[in-house]
């Protein structure tokens, strides 16, 4: 369906121009209201109220949230629970859906991280055990929090690295999807421009050809007005200068 679909910049536009003229409100009527200018948006008035909500609102922050707003969120979420819309009013520029979709990601990297250090813990304890009983009563003389905790920082550490490789990802996929998308702005803009030339050329070419054929049709009357009238006005000449003589 196409509001499954992701939405196009060409759509973005109409969505733009119909909350500049009607405002954002009465997404009910957009479809005959577009339809009416003589464009086409095949998207239902919930989409397009997400979209702008979510997406295109003037004042939107874009991107991964910086620390300050992580903390901000974070402390908010412990007073309010998950009222994303009251979190998303004291978060300047985020809107709810992008606070609560942060949040999950966060629990997520939370809890596979977890995992990873509580199955690395089981895998180092084995490990110990079967070099205790290898060793026989040899004492073990290190200390056993202090490894622990080693072992915990390093996973912390692998888990951090592979959160920012995945940030540095999505941020490359992001910068590329944005250049292509602006590649094709442009592309489009520049055909804009060369047919709007060659219209504007074969518009003065036509009216150039429609100055030369009323300028012929001009002459034409001229001298045939001149042709016709010419003895008459040669009469009246004479007529006027004999009439002179005899005065």
Avoid at 28 to 47: C, F, M, W, Y
Avoid at 156 to 182: G, N, S, V
Avoid at 190 to 216: G, M, N, P
Wanted: hydrophobic share 30%; net charge positive.
């Amino acid at each position: 369906m196409k509001e499954r679909q992701r939405w196009q910049p060409e759509e973005d536009a109409v969505l733009r121009a119909y909350v500049k003229q009607y405002g954002p409100k009465e997404w009910n009527l957009i479809s005959q209201r577009v339809e009416a200018t003589g464009k086409t948006l095949n998207r239902d008035p919930k989409s397009c109220l997400e979209r702008w909500k979510n997406y295109l609102k003037p004042g939107i922050k874009k991107g991964s949230l910086i620390p300050e707003e992580q903390t901000l969120a974070i402390s908010l979420h412990a007073k309010y629970g998950n009222k994303w819309k009251t979190i998303a009013s004291e978060v300047p520029g985020r809107t709810a859906k992008r606070l609560s979709k942060w949040w999950e990601v966060l629990k997520e990297k939370q809890s596979k991280s977890k995992s990873k250090s509580l199955l690395h813990h089981h895998h180092c304890t084995e490990y110990s055990n079967q070099n205790h009983q290898l060793e026989g009563n040899i004492p073990f003389t290190g200390d056993k929090a202090s490894g622990q905790g080693n072992y915990d920082h390093i996973s912390e550490t692998f888990a951090e690295k592979l959160e920012q490789q995945l940030d540095l990802e999505k941020a490359r996929k992001r910068r590329e999807k944005a250049k292509e998308i602006e590649a094709k702005i442009r592309c489009l803009r520049e055909e804009e421009a060369s047919y709007t030339s060659k219209i504007e050329s074969e518009c003065e070419e036509q009216l150039s050809t429609w100055r030369r054929d009323a300028d012929r049709k001009e002459s034409k009357l001229v001298e045939a007005w001149c042709s016709k009238h010419v003895k008459f006005v040669k009469r009246v000449g004479v007529h006027f200068g004999g009439g002179a003589a005899r005065d």
